[in-house]
């Protein structure tokens, strides 16, 4: 399955990322959570990346400047990097619903 492709922006949703905690926590990277955190887009088409095209925000993962430099399928591999990323956003759900960032309307 293959989410809609189109920009589905939101700054409200790249200000909270800054204020996690870096999710990537790749083992073994310099630094990692020595600065804010920043968006970390998917890079799989099925979240609607393509060419000159981000997903959409709301499938950015928090992550340090320092994991979001090796957070690629180059460095990862492909199994590893959506590995990653899905133990990332699984986290950063429940950082979101801990520290009350999302509530039900």
Not at 61 to 76: N, S, Y
Not at 92 to 100: C, D, F, G, H, I
Request: hydrophobic share 35%; with cysteine.
């Amino acid at each position: 399955m293959t989410i809609e492709r189109g920009m589905h922006r939101d700054r409200r949703l790249l200000d909270i990322a800054h204020e996690a905690p870096c999710m990537l926590l790749l083992a073994g990277v310099p630094g990692c959570g020595e600065n804010k955190s920043v968006p970390c887009h998917s890079d799989m088409q099925r979240h609607g990346r393509g060419v000159g095209c981000k997903s959409h925000d709301c499938l950015a993962v928090p992550g340090c400047p320092a994991c979001q430099a090796f957070f690629t399928r180059e460095h990862l591999g492909r199994v590893s990097y959506e590995e990653t990323w899905r133990l990332a956003l699984e986290l950063y759900v429940l950082w979101l619903w801990r520290n009350k960032k999302v509530r039900v309307a």
